[in-house]
């Protein structure tokens, strides 16, 4: 039904103030869909660990050992099988971890996201995180919000550019309502999901994430997303150099880090793909290693561990209560093992949790050795965690701004903010030397769909318009024939536009003049008035080629004329050069070569 009333009718555009109200209603729809999203995990853990019918569920807590001891192993297997039921059956892109779905929905898809998705995506995730699968929540959220505001838009019938925005609101929204981090979330939608930014598109996602944020605040109360009690004992001096260069070294590593996630997910993903069996069976294979990976660390470390979102990992070691070197190395590459497993296997549910799992345990194993090198260097392995999640994020995700402000919201620490950001810099820059693509782009690629990695500002636009038209039109009677124009006209200039002129009277534009050259044969005895476009616009020689363009779309024009400021119609005498599409195409490059090298 959506789908045929926006093919069926032309799209309709909302005033800024419409639009605004659209990205509040879907803040808050988003913001109560996370709250009953992390309802529906606390439920399906509850039943799928202890057999109980409770909410009562706190993620930031270690899961405690469940009744089923030895047959744990078997419940990621079945949470597995009715994902798999629920994907083929009724959403295909509920599938893996959502992000790369919006994306591909906002470049490829003019911003259109079924509606059921977000239903199937949420009980999708809700099983696979319940049940045990080594994935994360912010994913399916960020595509339940997504979906909510395309959703939305195709209904209003909005233009593909609202569509988008409001998709990206919702993305944003559902980020914000995760984590408790507005701020982070308003970045996210900018860095990853916006093609264009502008007040026309910053507000709306600004409105949804902050409506998003205070609905998760009413529900999950104000605290950030982890605790950490150093965070409450401020800096009293600048940070000791032998810890500045432990620092350096683990941005090198958490680049590594990412680059070795992307790869384990491709490489897991193309083994599942190459199995002989059906998605049921292939699901099961990936699964069932994960719960035996749950229950051999259960025997030997005393927890599951990698489970579900792991934050309850996460927040142990910003406590300083997991300092044990082994451990947190064991835990970085089963996390990483276990989640390119569950996901490449088939399971629902975001990489964005996994990557702060990972960047904590790598973090907190530097931070451990630093102490051992440099024991009177201040250092401290929660610290080193922090700086570690934020390290593997940015460098996973490619969106830096974001995990620099994410990590400063999720645990109001203040004191590693410089560390953070040298951290961020430099593991960002060696995942893109050792790989171009980030965790969400490296999907899509695969289906042979390419994400522009860098947003450049259109500059071209600015640019008045006698500083792109040709300055030296010709101009040819409407009444003389094909055949005396191109002979007029020998040798062909190289560039040149044509302006069709009756007396002193504008009549239009030939602005391909080889076409002239190509018709002569066929059409030499038409006049130019036969063949002439009239398609033209009008524009004074200060106008910005942005109104220019804005102007020639509204009217399907293929040129325009410019003029100098005159009184009533211009004339022949008024005109000073003209503008063609290609003028357009040369301008963009010209204002992109900077970037091109």
């Known amino acids: 039904m959506v789908e045929s009333q926006v093919e069926g009718a032309s799209p309709r555009r909302a005033t800024l103030v419409t639009l605004c109200f659209f990205s509040l209603v879907v803040g808050i729809v988003t913001g109560y869909g996370a709250v009953a999203f992390r309802a529906l995990v606390a439920l399906i853990h509850n039943l799928a660990f202890y057999g109980t019918f409770t909410l009562d569920y706190d993620a930031n807590m270690l899961t405690e050992p469940s009744t089923w001891g030895p047959l744990i192993i078997l419940v990621p297997v ?61 994913g399916p959220i960020i595509q339940i919000g997504a979906s909510l505001g395309s959703s939305i838009a195709q209904v209003r019938n909005l233009p593909t550019g609202q569509r988008i925005t409001l998709l990206a609101a919702g993305a944003g929204a559902g980020i914000a309502a995760t984590f408790n981090t507005p701020l982070g979330a308003v970045l996210f939608a900018i860095e990853l999901m916006m093609p264009e ?3 026309r598109t910053f507000l709306p996602v600004v409105i949804a994430t ?32 032998e810890a500045l260069v432990i620092y350096v070294v683990l941005g090198v590593l958490c680049g590594v880090a990412a680059w070795m996630l992307i790869r384990s997910m491709l490489i897991t993903d193309k083994f599942f793909k190459k199995l002989p069996v059906n998605d049921y069976v292939r699901h099961a294979i990936g699964m069932l290693s994960v719960g035996i990976l749950m229950y051999v660390l259960l025997l030997t470390a005393g927890n599951y561990y990698v489970d579900g979102v792991g934050y309850g990992t996460i927040q142990e070691i910003l406590r300083g209560g997991m300092t044990t070197l082994p451990l947190l190395v064991i835990l970085f590459f089963a996390k990483m093992y276990a989640t390119s497993v569950s996901i490449g296997s088939g399971a ?26 440099f024991p009177h260097a201040g250092i401290n392995p929660a610290e080193f965690a922090l700086v570690g999640m934020g390290g593997v994020v940015a460098a996973g995700t490619g969106a830096a701004m974001t995990a620099i402000i994410m990590i400063f919201e999720m645990t109001r620490d203040y004191n590693i903010v410089v560390p953070l950001v040298v951290s961020v810099a430099i593991a960002l820059g060696i995942r893109r030397m050792l790989i171009s693509e980030t965790i ?54 190289k560039v040149a536009s044509i302006v069709v002129v009756s007396g002193d009277r504008l009549v239009g534009v030939l602005p391909d003049i080889d076409h002239l050259f190509a018709i002569v044969g066929e059409r030499g005895t038409d006049t130019l008035a036969d063949i002439v476009d009239e398609d033209f ?29 005159c009184r009533g119609l211009p004339r022949q005498s008024d005109v000073r050069g003209v503008i063609t599409k290609s003028h357009i195409s040369d301008s963009v490059v010209s204002s992109m070569q900077n970037y091109l090298d």
């Open 197 to 199: 930014v502008s007040t």
């Open 537 to 565: 616009v009008v524009v004074v020689d200060k106008t910005t080629l942005f109104d220019v363009i804005k102007r020639m779309h509204r009217r399907n024009a293929r040129s325009a004329i410019v003029v100098q400021p």
């Open 440 to 493: 969400y782009t490296s999907k899509l690629v695969l289906r042979g769909k390419h994400i522009p990695k860098e947003r450049h500002s259109n500059m071209f636009m600015v640019h008045p318009a006698h500083e792109v038209m040709d300055r030296e039109p010709i101009f040819l009677d409407a009444a003389m024939r094909v055949s005396e124009a191109v002979e007029s006209l020998t040798p062909k200039p």
């Open 78 to 138: 079945i949470g597995g099988m009715l994902v798999v039921f629920l994907v083929n059956n009724f959403a295909p892109e509920a599938k893996g971890h959502g992000v790369p779905e919006v994306m591909d929905a906002i470049y490829f898809k003019q911003g259109r996201i079924r509606p059921l998705v977000a239903v199937i995506k949420s009980i999708a995730s809700a099983l696979s995180i319940g049940t045990g699968a080594a994935v994360g929540r912010e």
């Open 348 to 373: 629902s549910g975001g990489v964005f949790s996994p990557s702060l799992f990972i960047g904590a345990t790598m973090g907190g194993a530097v931070g451990v050795v630093g102490t051992m090198i």
């Open 210 to 241: 902050g409506a998003a944020t205070y609905i998760g605040r009413i529900s999950f109360g104000l605290a950030p997303a982890f605790e950490v009690p150093l965070a409450a004992i401020p800096q009293v001096s600048a940070i000791d150099l």
